[in-house]
């Protein structure tokens, strides 16, 4: 047997279900709110996330898997979806066909981390983005957008940290500031942080090295040198959370691992998944689009990781599964092309119908409909066949009625309206 690639997962039928649930409800959200969905390639220049998400980044320095191609062109599987939709919405001049570009993208992204529960070398995000607005309100609305979408999942204990980062203008004053609070520590910091301290030292607050956190603790908070547009931007943002009645609290650390946030940053984190407790992040970056060769545009997204919501979903949750409506089975051979095109008349009615293939004992088939929990099983054997009917037995009750041919099709649909399996989405009971 040839494993899987470490770090990477099946997702199977009896999970898929909770990631569909998942995928169904931040749809649902995500237009709600205005959002339109996009697609990018997983493929992308390797230089697009050495300039957007920065090259002093240990995304870029540690966890990408790029490669130079067939052709000798060096690119990578995407690690995060913002510097492609950034790429897309310059290419595609998307600020042209939207009036406000709000954005979603679903799908895989690929980091070489080391693997445990919650963080894999492939995982999923669910992405939002808006471009070109400046305005606090749109941090509200993206803040409120991401707690909605935890709600409606119905994930508790669930909590929301904000911080702001500065700008251009005022982050200058707070790096100098670090590396001079830091004085002599800096020496006992791990090699990274040194590192770190002369290329962007606000990079240090990404350390994970156990040693170095009481120092880290120590340092100075960026909300402590915001310039005055920075501030009042930040205490728009906490006015518009508290309008709402969402509950935040502000994280000194949180500078999120990127290179390329201004401004807002916030976070939601989980209480019962574990180490990797960020279910999504995010924040402004209001420099990227212009850094990437577009417009002097605006822009604050956010990520979820569908692994970590997945995780973090309560145990009855998930899209009740398609379970089979009605279950033909046909004794002896003649009845048993009926039965195939019976089950095909269903299927193309709209109803979940399942055959046996093997044209075994009727008794094999009934053991079959009952692992499909199937609630009725039609059955057609030569008696049937001859009287122009088809015994349909329900299985809730013990019910047996024999139905004409004709009828069957309206008999089953009034039936198979009150099974559970409607495909519907929600928890289930
Ligand atoms: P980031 O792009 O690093 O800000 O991550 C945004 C979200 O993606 C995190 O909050 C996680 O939910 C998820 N995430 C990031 N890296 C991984 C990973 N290696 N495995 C699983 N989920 C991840």
């Not at 090259?55 to 490669?67: C, H, L, R």
């Not at 919650?118 to 983005?129: A, K, S, T």
């Not at 998930?318 to 008349?345: K, M, N, T």
Request: proline fraction near 5%; hydrophobic fraction near 40%.
């Amino acid at each position: 047997m040839i494993p899987s690639v470490r770090g990477t997962r099946d997702i199977l039928p009896g999970e898929i279900e909770r990631w569909q649930f998942v995928e169904d409800v931040s749809r649902e959200v995500f237009e709600l709110y205005g959002y339109a969905e996009l697609r990018t390639p997983i493929i992308e220049r390797e230089e697009l996330f050495a300039k957007g998400t920065g090259e002093t980044t240990d995304i870029v320095q540690k966890e990408m898997y790029a490669f130079t191609d067939k052709g000798g062109e060096r690119v990578t599987l995407r690690p995060e979806a913002t510097p492609s939709i950034v790429r897309a919405f310059v290419e595609h001049s998307l600020e042209q066909s939207m009036p406000v570009p709000k954005v979603y993208l679903i799908g895989p992204m690929f980091r070489y981390e080391r693997p445990q529960k919650g963080r894999y070398r492939q995982f999923h995000q669910l992405d939002v983005e808006v471009f070109g607005v400046a305005d606090p309100s749109i941090d509200g609305e993206i803040i409120d957008l991401a707690w909605t979408l935890v709600t409606r999942l119905g994930i508790e204990n669930a909590e929301i940290v904000i911080n702001s980062v500065g700008c251009p203008a005022c982050r200058p004053r707070f790096s100098e500031a670090l590396v001079e609070a830091l004085g002599d520590d800096l020496s006992k910091l791990c090699g990274d942080c040194q590192r770190r301290a002369a290329t962007n030292p606000l990079r240090i607050f990404d350390c994970k090295v156990p040693a170095d956190q009481p120092i880290i603790d120590r340092l100075p908070h960026t909300v402590d040198f915001l310039c005055e547009a920075c501030r009042a931007h930040f205490d728009a943002v906490q006015r518009y959370l508290a309008l709402y009645g969402i509950p935040s609290r502000l994280s000194h650390r949180l500078v999120r691992g990127l290179d390329y946030y201004t401004r807002t940053t916030f976070e939601v984190l989980a209480s019962n998944v574990g180490a990797q407790n960020a279910l999504l992040g995010g924040g402004r970056y209001d420099g990227l689009v212009k850094e990437l060769g577009g417009p002097d545009r605006v822009g604050i997204g956010f990520a979820a990781g569908l692994e970590r919501l997945v995780l973090a979903l309560p145990p009855a949750a998930g899209r009740v599964a398609g379970l089979s409506q009605a279950f033909v089975a046909a004794i002896g051979d003649r009845p048993r092309d009926a039965a195939f095109e019976l089950v095909r008349e269903f299927r193309l009615a709209g109803i979940r119908a399942d055959i046996d293939y093997e044209g075994r004992s009727l008794r094999a088939q009934m053991k079959r409909a009952d692992r499909l929990a199937a609630p009725l099983v039609l059955i057609i054997g030569d008696d049937e066949l001859g009287r122009g009917q088809v015994k349909v037995k329900d299985m809730r009750t013990g019910d047996q009625t024999d139905v004409a041919r004709s009828e069957v099709l309206a008999f089953v649909r009034a039936r198979a309206t009150d099974t559970a399996g409607a495909g519907g989405v929600g928890l289930r009971p």
